[in-house]
């Protein structure tokens, strides 16, 4: 069964860190894009950060460029995203997806149609 579970959401104050953590059953990560969406109460789900399959391309939405970093471990078959200096803007729930790269090299982007799998969700809450 293909399966994508995210963890490490919680409740932290503004200027706190997380890191959420990706980890996919059933398939390998290696050689696909990856990118973490997030969706706040009344609002559409929005890109955050992405990573490619090759080369360690990544991407960032503006908003959080500066403060988030993406990487992956292959060896762990997990994507994660180290969040730093947050703000009660930056509270949603956090949603890996995976996109069954075909190509050598593709630049991962936000457009939610590319991807095939997604995870469950893992709530993020910014607040004093």
């Known amino acids: 069964q293909l399966q994508l579970v995210e963890s490490g959401g919680g409740l932290v104050q503004p200027g706190g860190s997380l890191r959420l953590s990706c980890a996919a059953s059933?398939?390998?990560?290696?050689?696909?894009?990856i990118a973490w969406f997030r969706q706040a109460p009344g609002k559409e789900r929005e890109g955050v950060s992405c990573?490619?399959?090759?080369?360690?391309?990544?991407h960032y939405a503006d908003s959080v460029k500066g403060r988030f970093t993406i990487f992956r471990d292959n060896a762990k078959n997990s994507v994660y995203l180290q969040m730093n200096s947050l703000k009660p803007e930056d509270t949603g729930v956090y949603y890996c997806?995976?996109?069954?790269?075909?190509?050598?090299?593709?630049?991962?982007?936000?457009?939610?149609?590319?991807?095939?799998?997604w995870g469950q969700g893992t709530q993020v809450t910014v607040s004093s």
């Open positions: 059933g398939f390998t990560l290696d050689g696909y894009n």
């Open positions: 997806a995976v996109d069954r790269v075909t190509v050598l090299f593709r630049r991962c982007a936000f457009s939610t149609h590319e991807y095939d799998y």
């Open positions: 990573i490619s399959n090759r080369y360690d391309f990544t």
